[in-house]
């Protein structure tokens, strides 16, 4: 398990910004959220988001407070936001993914992130 308050866990500026812009497609008028999480899916696993830890012990404790009241993403540290993206899609399928994470949750989780892009 990886130390969810230490900063060494978080990937680079480069990798936060990459997947914080997905937080646009929300204003897209053609916004599809089947082709988003497809896109985020892929864009995560090919920049190997949070690949090397293991925050699952983290997210069935707390990562599932944020799913049930995605509110709490307005003050939640860099760290809790990777480590809740990091998991959910390593370990969710497509399928999943859409069962468990609705548009409002990722809208928070992503907007969240998106205040930590540096430009």
Known sequence: MSNIHALNILPSQEVINSIANY???????????????????NEI?????MAKHDNA???QRRGSDYLTN???????????????I???FKKYSLEELQDTLTPQILKSVLARLNEFKLH
Do not use: R, V
């Not at 540290?77 to 480590?83: D, E, F, G, H």
């Open 23 to 41: 937080h646009a497609e929300f204003d897209n008028i053609s916004f599809d959220y089947t082709q988003l999480l497809i896109k985020l899916k």
């Open 45 to 49: 696993s090919k920049l190997n988001f």
């Open 57 to 59: 012990d983290w997210m």
């Open 70 to 84: 995605p509110k709490l993403f307005a003050h939640a540290p860099l760290t809790y936001i990777c480590a809740f």
């Open 86 to 88: 990091g998991e959910l």
